[in-house]
């Protein structure tokens, strides 16, 4: 019961924040924050065929997490390379984006089990960098005449919503192949890494509408 009320809710929830985001897309102003609106608009269009699966007589998506999840790791990966200023930092954040592609390209031709298998290590990785760019971005916004106004900067609780998201959500993904091997439920161990990711989910587009109402929408009334 709570775990249905508490899936229904993150399945639900994007939808609206897709929306509502879409429907005020023009007092986003920034160019980055627009195509943030889009990406929601992207990632809402990848659960909602997902679900579509389950009920076709294809029924596992797995594969399709696999290759619709890429988009949020380059969407991610684009947005705080535009945001972030210090070169060195670029570089090697470009760096590492490169490794991302190099890795998933190399888990599928080396390591790779079938497209049903959730790529649990390179999506790990591409956390990780996305943490990492989401930290030094913060870090620089923190040494900006902004901090100052932090809470009329959208970005910012964007920021803290994919940080939220991917600090609660990246062990599971770390532990979720070890507990699979383990002499315990399979269906368990995916209801307790469900329920991590769909509180991560809420969590995240709190942040993201609140966002949007502290920084755009509560000026207009």
Known sequence: ????????????????????????????ENRLLIYFSYYLIYISLGELVAKLITFSPIKYNLWWYNLMLNGQYF????????????AKVKKILKTLYIGYVAYFV?????????????QSFPFTFGN?????????????????????????????WISLGVLFHFILYTPTEVVATYYFNLNISEQFISNIINLILYFSNISMYFFFLFGLWKTKLSKSS
């Open 1 to 28: 019961m709570i775990f249905d009320i508490i899936s229904k809710t993150s399945w639900y929830l994007l939808f609206i924040t897709a929306f509502i985001f879409f429907l005020y897309r023009v007092k986003l």
């Open 75 to 86: 969407f991610y990966f684009y947005l705080y390379y535009q945001l972030i200023k210090h």
């Open 106 to 118: 190399l888990n599928y031709l080396v390591f790779f089990k079938g497209w049903n298998i959730y």
């Open 128 to 156: 990780v960098i996305i943490i990492l760019s989401v930290f030094w971005f913060l870090i620089e916004l923190f040494q900006t005449e902004e901090i100052l106004n932090l809470n009329k900067s959208l970005i910012f």
